[in-house]
């Protein structure tokens, strides 16, 4: 995964960085909802904008590792005039709770690199990330690691793993920041949803119970 919009890069416990008020009310309702937050990984993509990513350990009543963007809602994204309250998300993704972090291997580093590019694609392309969006991996689509098939995304609600209330948050401003998680996808399931709608995708997701917990090797339901 290249991640050549990134100029540097630090990871630190949350407490060691400092956190500029837009993105405390992201954290602080990371935190109300998920748990603790641990680990913030800060990019910087330019001088005046840069990419938190925090990471919350599994705690008992959510047994999965949480990847959250805070950052991403400073910009404002060109929705349509009829989409007026998702102009501004951030991103997560979910990982079980055996997965091995390690800054130099790419089978466990590439869920925060994609989460990076997705963020780029809003910060600085101003490109709007939707509900139902579907990105590819690169040009490809290329899988994301040798040990999965798996080379892209469906942007979705976070169903099932929390509390409603986590879907959306009303920032001082008034502002409707939609927390959207990253759901890697396969290539078949891509062209089913080019070729029968996001819907046709959905309903067979649905139809296995899919979580948004990643799974490397799940089954692909478009074959």
Known sequence: MKDEQENLSVDKPISDLDVVPPL????????DFIGPLGIMSRHQFAESIHLDLLQIAPTEKHNFYSLVTAGMSTTTMPAPDDC???????????LPADWQFTSDD????????????LA?????????????????????????????????????????????AFDTL???EGETVNFLCAVPIYLEEMELAAAYGIEALIERLDAI??????????PNVAI
Not at 106 to 117: F, I, M, N, Y
Request: aromatic letters at 10%.
């Open 170 to 172: 009303i920032s001082e």
């Open 120 to 164: 780029w694609l809003a910060m600085q392309n101003e490109e709007w990330l939707c509900e139902g969006l579907i990105i590819p991996n690169e040009d490809g689509p290329n899988q994301f690691s040798p040990d999965t098939r798996l080379c892209g995304a469906v942007l979705l609600k976070p169903w099932a793993l929390f509390e409603p």
């Open 84 to 94: 007026w309250d998702a102009q501004y998300a951030e991103l997560i993704m979910c």
């Open 106 to 117: 790419q089978l466990s580093d590439w869920p925060h690199a994609w989460l990076r590019t």
């Open 209 to 218: 119970n899919l979580t948004p917990i990643l799974d490397l090797q799940r």
């Open 24 to 31: 405390e009310e992201v954290c602080k309702h990371v935190e």
